[in-house]
């Protein structure tokens, strides 16, 4: 609304007539903004405002240039006023010398896209943004802030959609074959705005380009948000696979679907994953009784697939399936390990993931089993991370985190404290690791919480100074990194957990504990 009045204003100024909507407000604006260019252009010849927005089109499509690249587009474009780049380019500065902008604020170039793709010339300002990965990453950022007319299940455009919205559509169906990943690794990132956009150019696609540009894609993690235009990846990469008859390709794509199924997150889907990676792992069991030494790893890593989908279901049946599955696992790493040094990592990976899996159930022969597993996992990449630090120390911390959990869980005041013992190792390695790697901030915080909780459920006063000092490193890390501001709510539910759980207690260390907690609660607020 700001930016509205902004632009009445602009227009009163002016000496226009009121206008009586934003549309024609932006018009307005766009037709000041071509009169300002064409002054600064100082020329006599007739400068046609249509490439004046075409390539102000195409420069707010791919976020800006440089002049080099926008010289290419303008002949592409085929505008022949010579220095037309050039005068452009010095209009419209980048942040450094040879850098174009895209045209100011976002709604005016937003605009000037919806009128040029709905153009004679739109397919090809189109064409000309996506060129290479980079643009197309550009070009998926913009157009998923602009509104797309779609159906309820994204799968295509409506019938009443705009032009340019189909121009834009087609144009993002060319660049599946060659900039795919791209598109679904922005998708992930940008989050499921992108979903109509890269659904419907999918869905235009005839199957040999679809199959043809499956190939090219690989499925390495999963998004929830963008899980449907994934799920029709994957039963592609499926339907290819079987045609071809290949088994391995068949059992890969079988878990790949399954995985994408999951991430959708409904009943159904849940469902049809759990048959999907049945049948996967079915497939790898087979293949793996005729050539183990290639096989039983993907045997391996299906079946921790199949445990997934299980635990995913939450009956009791489905949990013992997934433990039987998970322990199978362990075994077939066990034997792996006995060669490569890298399957150690798996191997400890498994047990964690047996350890998860055995929690669930409360009887006390399985919380016995978890947390032999879950110490054996400790065991082994404390050893790791004594070969390599740098690889497998943050993989240790985790899983010592994981034991502390496991630990409270138990309630007896030994596991307590043998909890905080691992709580606190697992916090001091990310505290290291923070100092170089920002990235481990959140890990720490978690173990901040972790410890001053484990604390407050032990007797005497020095464990909860050593909450206390917990707390303060952790305010101490919000105000250094004011991104974790997520982090608020639960410093300051800690905060006042201490404060009133301190009350019992008599001594000297008490009134500067309440004072010192009092600062935490202030500087918390500012």
């Known amino acids: ?64 240039s440089d002049v080099k690249v926008m010289r290419q587009a303008v002949n592409s ?6 220095r037309f780049a050039e005068v452009t380019a010095d209009f419209y500065p980048g ?73 834009a559509t087609e144009g993002l169906a060319e660049a599946w074959q060659k900039h795919g990943q791209v598109m679904l690794d922005i998708g992930r990132l940008l989050g499921r705005r992108t979903l109509p956009w890269l659904l419907g150019s999918w869905n235009i696609l005839p199957q040999a380009e679809q199959e043809s540009a499956a190939k090219q894609i690989t499925l390495k993690t999963q998004a929830a948000c963008i899980a449907e235009v994934l799920v029709e990846v994957a039963r592609v990469r499926l339907c290819s696979a079987t045609t071809v008859g290949e088994d391995d390709g068949v059992a890969a794509a079988w878990c790949d679907l399954s995985v994408s199924l999951s991430a959708q997150g409904d009943v159904a889907s849940r469902r049809e994953a759990l048959t999907c990676a049945r049948e996967a792992a079915d497939t790898y069991r087979t293949l793996a009784a005729e050539q183990p030494a290639a096989y039983l790893p993907d045997l391996a890593k299906s079946l921790s697939n199949l445990a997934d989908h299980l635990w995913e279901q939450g009956d009791t049946a489905s949990l013992d399936e997934a433990l039987v599955c998970a322990r199978e696992v362990v075994n077939i790493r066990r034997k792996l390990a006995v060669e490569p040094a890298a399957y150690h990592f798996e191997v400890a990976l498994s047990l964690t993931h047996l350890a998860a899996g055995l929690f669930q159930r409360r009887d006390s022969a399985s919380q016995e089993e978890a947390l032999a597993c879950a110490r054996e996992a400790v065991d082994i990449y404390r050893r790791l991370a004594a070969e390599q630090p740098d690889i497998y120390l943050p993989d240790l911390a ?36 923070s100092f170089e790697q920002p990235v481990f901030l959140p890990d720490l915080a978690k173990l901040h919480n972790t410890v001053c909780k484990l604390a407050l459920h032990l007797s005497g006063l020095e464990p909860r100074i050593e909450a206390l000092s917990f707390v303060s490193e952790a305010v101490s890390v919000f105000r250094e990194h004011p991104k974790l501001s997520r982090l608020r709510e639960y410093l300051k539910n800690l905060l006042e957990l201490l404060t009133e759980d301190i009350v019992g207690f008599h001594g000297h260390y008490l009134a500067a504990m309440k004072e010192e907690l009092l600062a935490l609660q202030q500087q918390l607020e500012q």
Request: glycine share 6%; hydrophobic share 45%; aromatic share 6%.
């Open 77 to 82: 474009l085929e505008i022949a006023i010579p």
């Open 95 to 167: 942040v450094s010398k040879g850098l174009v902008a895209p045209l100011q604020p976002d709604l005016l170039g937003e605009a000037l896209i919806e009128q040029q793709l709905g153009k004679e010339r739109g397919k090809h300002i189109m064409k000309l943004a996506l060129q290479d990965w980079f643009q197309v990453a550009n070009v998926l950022a913009v157009l998923s802030r602009m509104k797309c007319a779609h159906s309820t299940d994204f799968r295509e455009l409506t019938a009443d959609a705009p032009q340019w919205q189909r121009t």
């Open 398 to 433: 985790v899983s010592l985190s994981n034991l502390a959990d496991s630990l409270s869980l138990t309630g007896d005041a030994v596991s307590l404290r043998g909890a905080l013992v691992c709580a606190k190792e697992a916090a001091d390695i990310f505290r290291n690791l």
């Open 1 to 64: 609304r700001p930016l509205f009045i902004h632009l009445a204003a602009l227009a009163a100024l002016a000496g226009e007539a009121m206008h009586e909507s934003k549309e024609a407000l932006v018009q307005s604006q766009l037709n000041r903004e071509f009169a300002h260019w064409k002054r600064w252009f100082g020329t006599k010849e007739p400068l046609p405002s249509e490439d004046w927005g075409c390539t102000l089109a195409w420069l707010a499509l791919v976020s800006g």
